[in-house]
């Protein structure tokens, strides 16, 4: 069993390491210091408002919130502190129910108020977020809400303006890059440059996601390179994509089917997963930027209709037949 501390199990015995390296304290936070600063305010002041706290997942949001309930309530964290998620199937009327009866008794220490984090609230309709701002009405003396979602559109205004709003911004590269070496350092791996490119390309700035490959990679290997990034997220090589690419846009259209037909088959790669892997490379092509630009419009075009349901072989081939010849415009 894990051992009890402040902080919920000892990080040492967590195996899964976005847990073991969830940031402890504000200070182990990279990135979003504006946001943390003020929260950590509040925690001074030992009084908030209710919070809502709105970016992508792997932001950090959860991450925030917990640090929020820890420092608030120290060791009694855990009564004073109850986490929902809004996107729960059994609906607005059990998350009420449960609000209730956990803002129902005092909290418990030396404390003004417990907390609630109700995460991804975007899941709720705004009936439900209606029902929500009226428990929110009602325990408001007793206790404070940490709202999180992805996007604060789609949050009613009513609860928006009963919350300190607070956007949450992607890592970026070099914060990045630190999480990674950091990682490196305590797992005892290697990591070289191009490796940690890809990863951040991959993740393109999430934590969870950058955590995760770190784990599946130093699974296989003490020693990180590229391939075994792109290896352990089934993501398509840029070097195929360019070969594949380079034999279109030189004429060579079959082999460049017959290439890309078996990278996807190798990897048991989607045809969407393709499309991505192209776009991205469209720009490291040697042909003039007009016709970068239309290839670019060619990928959105058939990504909508893979996205539609058309048939995955008959659209990249497709896509590649706009490739074709476009290199030897350029020799001209
Ligand atoms: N500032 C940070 N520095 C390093 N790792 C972080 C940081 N914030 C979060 N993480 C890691 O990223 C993971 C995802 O963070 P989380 O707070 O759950 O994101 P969100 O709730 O926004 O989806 C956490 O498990 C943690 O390991
Ligand atoms: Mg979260």
Redesign the pocket.
């Known amino acids: 069993m894990a051992k009890e501390t402040l902080f919920g199990s000892s990080s040492e015995d967590s195996a899964i390491?976005?847990?073991?390296?969830?940031?402890k304290n504000f200070e182990?936070?990279?990135?979003?210091e504006h946001i943390v600063s003020r929260v950590k305010a509040f925690v001074a002041a030992r009084n908030m408002p209710h919070l809502l706290?709105a970016?992508?997942?792997?932001?950090?949001?959860?991450?925030?919130?917990?640090i929020v309930a820890k420092k608030f309530f120290g060791m009694g964290w855990r009564e004073n502190f109850l986490e929902l998620n809004a996107s729960d199937s059994r609906g607005i009327d059990v998350i009420r129910q449960e609000v209730k009866s956990f803002a129902r008794t005092k909290a418990i220490g030396d404390v003004p108020f417990k907390i609630i984090l109700l995460?991804e609230c975007d899941a709720l309709t705004k009936e439900a977020q209606q029902a929500l701002r009226r428990t929110m009405e009602q325990f408001t003396t007793t206790c404070r809400f940490i709202l999180?979602c992805n996007s604060s559109s789609k949050i009613i205004d009513p609860i928006q303006s009963r919350c300190a709003v607070f956007r949450?911004r992607m890592?970026e590269k070099k914060?990045v890059e630190k999480?990674i070496n950091?990682i490196a350092k305590k797992e005892n791996f290697k990591i070289d440059t191009k490796a940690i490119d890809a990863i951040f390309k991959i993740s393109r700035g999430?934590?969870?996601k950058?955590?995760n490959i770190l784990q599946s990679s130093a699974s296989i290997t003490k020693s990180i390179t590229e391939k075994i990034i792109h290896e352990v997220t089934n993501e398509v090589q840029p070097e195929n994509t360019k070969q594949v690419l380079d034999l279109a846009i030189t004429g060579n259209f079959l082999d460049a089917r017959n290439l890309l037909l078996d990278e996807m088959l190798k990897q048991g790669l989607s045809g969407l997963d393709m499309i991505k892997a192209i776009q991205q490379e469209v720009w490291n092509l040697g042909i003039p930027e007009e016709s970068k630009i239309q290839l670019i419009e060619r990928c959105a075009e058939i990504e909508f209709r893979l996205v539609e349901g058309s048939d995955e072989f008959v659209q990249l081939e497709a896509l590649l037949a706009s490739f074709t010849g476009k290199g030897q415009k350029k020799l001209l």
Do not use: C, H, M, Q
């Not at 390491?17 to 940031?23: D, F, V």
């Not at 970016?55 to 917990?66: D, E, H, M, N, R």
């Open positions: 390491w976005t847990e073991k390296y969830r940031p182990d936070i990279d990135g979003n706290f970016g992508p997942a792997g932001s950090g949001k959860t991450t925030l919130a917990l995460d999180s949450f890592r914060d999480a950091d999430d934590i969870r950058v955590t």
